[in-house]
């Protein structure tokens, strides 16, 4: 598994689903689970939806932006944090939330959010 799709690849995906090539790169730019590029070695998503907005997402948010050096939809220099938006985590109430990989992390400051990249950053 590759975990992204090369462009390279468009071409035969469209051939073996008797598609257009705009047709397969219309889904794959469409859903955002969809990459074109390798992600990092973590995926950080950033819960942007109501419930955690109002606990202070925003700020987590530009923090996060900030202190990564990256935008939503792109990868830290190093390789090692893919930063992507998300829209509910179903853990509203204890927002703002964020998702490290598969694990769900809750009342996430911008101080907790520095310590858990630091706990990514060193994982393997
Ligand atoms: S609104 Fe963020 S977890 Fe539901």
Redesign the pocket.
């Known amino acids: 598994m590759l975990g992204y799709i090369p462009k390279d690849a468009v071409p035969l995906i469209a051939s073996e689903l008797n598609l257009s090539r705009a047709e397969v790169h219309g889904v794959i730019s469409f859903y955002h689970y969809f990459r074109n590029a390798l992600p990092g070695k973590h995926v950080v998503h950033v819960?942007?939806?109501?419930?955690?907005?109002a606990l202070g997402?925003g700020e987590l948010e530009a923090h996060a932006k900030e202190t990564l050096g990256i935008d939503f939809h792109q990868t830290t220099a190093d390789q090692a944090i893919s930063l992507e938006p998300v829209?509910?985590?179903?853990?509203?109430s204890?927002?703002?939330?964020i998702m490290i990989d598969k694990h769900l992390q809750g009342r996430v400051s911008p101080e907790r959010f520095d310590r858990l990249m630091a706990k990514v950053r060193a994982k393997p």
């Open positions: 819960c942007r939806a109501e419930a955690c907005q997402a829209y509910c985590l179903g853990n509203c204890l927002g703002p939330s």
